[in-house]
């Protein structure tokens, strides 16, 4: 079974330019997540897909951060303009579905490098 | 928000050496997973422990969920153990939907 799938695995822009992350979880998972993780700490939660509904965005900032799950599968994630401080790696995730106490499974993430 | 705790940070041991590494967590939970993240970043997952005790080859994890603390065990260490440890919680009582992690546990087995 194939895994959580994400691209760019890497990714070096200048400030103030815009970029996009994209995310295809495991098959037949319902639940998606996007986290960030800063060097030295554990991932924290921007964004919960059930299905094509953001039902916690609440850490998302979103002057500068959208995402989207159109028809439910893949999912965008967008930083526009991006700054420094956002250099991270950023993190999907997928579980079955909306119980909330299922296993998480997490693709190898997109290292973002802001110059 | 809830908040996890783990010790130690940071563990260097030779290989063969066993190991334990302990999460406190400050409320009740519904979701407890520990995961290795491998020097390319990938996380994987060892363990989904909200309560009880589970073994997987040479790692085993307990949680008791009434004193809110989770163990990992690893026995034997090899060197491609080394990496880092996440502890990962979800609040039963609401609050954020996803995971919260831990800082984590940097083990580096020594050949």
């Known amino acids: 079974e194939a895994g959580v799938v994400q691209s760019p695995r890497y990714k070096i822009i200048e400030k103030k330019q815009p970029v996009a992350f994209w995310c295809n979880p495991i098959s037949g998972h319902n639940t998606l997540y996007w986290y960030l993780q800063n060097l030295g700490q554990g991932p924290e939660l921007l964004i919960r897909y059930e299905n094509e509904e953001a039902v916690d965005d609440s850490q998302l900032p979103k002057d500068r951060f959208s995402a989207e799950r159109l028809k439910g599968v893949d999912s965008t994630l967008k930083i526009q303009p991006a700054e420094l401080g956002d250099s991270a790696v950023y993190l999907c995730?997928?579980?079955?579905?909306?119980?909330?106490?299922?296993?998480?499974?997490f693709g190898p993430g997109t290292r973002l490098l802001v110059l | 928000g809830i908040q996890v705790e783990q010790s130690p940070p940071d563990l260097i041991l030779q290989e063969g050496a066993n190991s334990t590494l302990r999460c406190n967590f400050s409320d009740s939970v519904n979701n407890l997973q520990w995961f290795h993240q491998n020097p390319w970043g990938q996380l994987i997952n060892l363990f989904y422990i909200p309560s009880g005790t589970k073994q997987n080859g040479r790692l085993s994890a307990t949680t008791v969920a009434t004193e809110r603390y989770s163990l990992l065990y690893i026995s034997s260490s090899q060197t491609t153990d080394s990496g880092v440890y996440f502890c990962?919680?979800?609040?039963?009582?609401?609050?954020?939907?996803?995971?919260?992690f831990g800082k984590g546990t940097h083990l580096i087995i020594q050949p």
């Open positions: 990962a919680v979800r609040n039963s009582g609401g609050g954020a939907d996803g995971l919260t």
């Open positions: 995730a997928s579980s079955l579905g909306a119980t909330r106490e299922e296993t998480q499974y």
